[in-house]
């Protein structure tokens, strides 16, 4: 579909005109031949007639890719309009990365202030952070696949909860330990 069509018995060379040279193509039998005339990519090709030893497989990538005929692509025509429900759909996700992906990164502003008003070093304060990112991350294989099979209201639903719970809580944190079970591990899961 996409390569040049050539009828060719097993054993004739034709001449391709490519850059400024001509290169045999040899027709190779394959699993890949149709029968119907046309001839995939890598069949225009004959990897044992290389111009030298020294050449690269990058090379050899390129002279192939350079035999493709980009003129039998078709448009495909303008992107489908969900109308007003994909729209919806494409706020809401806006909404749950800026809530969920705007906070947890935003943590260097709330880092700088726990450190003032805990009066803990900035490396016992970044703790809460990086587990935080870690557990976003991690809890994220589990609820990517349960997303995938079809568990999507109750996995935005229990996240949902752990974000709110986990800010809510961090608002009433005063000491180290509150900050780092509210902000890092609960928001975390979130």
Known sequence: MGAREFELPDSEEKDVEIGSYHEPVHHV??????????????????????????????????????????????????????????????????????NTWGYVTSYGVFQSFYVDSLGHPPSDISWVGSVQIFLLFFIGTVSGRATDAGLFKPTLLLGMFFHLLGVFMTSLAGKYWQLFLAQGICTGQS
Not at 58 to 84: C, N, V
């Open 29 to 98: 039998e394959s699993e890949k031949h149709q029968g119907n005339g046309e001839i995939s990519p890598i069949e225009l090709y004959d990897a044992t007639d290389m111009r030298s030893k020294s050449e690269t497989p990058s090379t050899m990538l390129t002279r192939i890719a350079s035999q493709l005929s980009t003129t039998d692509i078709h448009d495909p025509g303008p992107p489908p309009d969900g109308g007003a429900v994909a729209w919806i759909q494409a706020l809401m996700a806006h909404l749950v990365l800026f």
